[in-house]
């Protein structure tokens, strides 16, 4: 058994609502000015890690809801809508979409552009 503070138990209770470590952290008390920063290091603390992953575990069991029957839905789909002549192109294209995300077959590159400056503080010129 997971031993957690009142509080850490709230916001484990609060985040399993919507997987929200700022939202859990507001409503479970802390203060809005840290929610950000206090869910942030919650979700970092083994202890509550670690609780939050038990409890998602007995929801999956509860739900028999598994990472393994939701591909098995997506496939079946991308399967019934290819073998079918009126097949709805969407269902299929998202199926398959849904698919390559999942076997890592699309990259998303961010690009960011402008400028920057780097302080280097106690750094030995010659090294760099």
């Not at 919650?42 to 007995?58: G, H, R, Y």
């Not at 709805?88 to 990259?107: I, P």
């Amino acid at each position: 058994m997971v031993k957690l503070t009142n509080k850490q138990a709230m916001f484990v209770k609060e985040y399993l609502i919507d997987l929200n470590a700022t939202q859990a952290a507001i409503r479970a008390g802390y203060s809005v000015d840290t929610a950000q920063q206090m869910g942030s290091e919650n979700l970092l603390k083994p202890v509550i890690s670690k609780a939050i992953q038990l409890e998602l575990d007995k929801r999956a069991e509860k739900t028999e809801l598994t990472a393994e029957w939701v591909l098995d839905k997506i496939i079946s789909d991308v399967k019934r809508n290819s073998g079918d002549e009126n097949y709805n192109s969407m269902h299929l294209l998202k199926g398959a979409e849904l698919l390559g995300k999942h076997l890592k077959l699309f990259t998303d590159i961010t690009k960011h552009e402008g400028e920057f400056t780097v302080n280097l503080h106690n750094a030995d010129v010659d090294t760099l």
